[in-house]
């Protein structure tokens, strides 16, 4: 998280551990892919402890709905 919003939308159960996906406004935080936009989808998977493997954001056009 960062110091915006920050949204979990999915959390799916894969290959023994987790992929979570949701939305954020945040510039700062712990995503080190994100994107400078008002607000990005991001998607990040994990194994089975819970630590992340990878995390990916996309970048938002005004008045459109982010990927995730």
Do not use: H
Not at 16 to 40: H, M, P, V, W
Not at 50 to 67: D, E, N, R, V
Request: hydrophobic share 30%.
């Amino acid at each position: 998280g960062g110091s915006g919003a920050d949204r979990l939308t999915e959390l799916v159960e894969y290959e023994g551990g987790l992929i979570a996906a949701g939305q954020t406004s945040s510039e700062d935080g712990d995503l080190e892919t994100r994107t400078r936009s008002n607000q990005a989808g991001w998607m990040m998977r994990l194994n089975e402890a819970g630590t992340p493997l990878w995390s990916c954001c996309t970048a938002k056009k005004p008045g459109t709905a982010a990927l995730f």
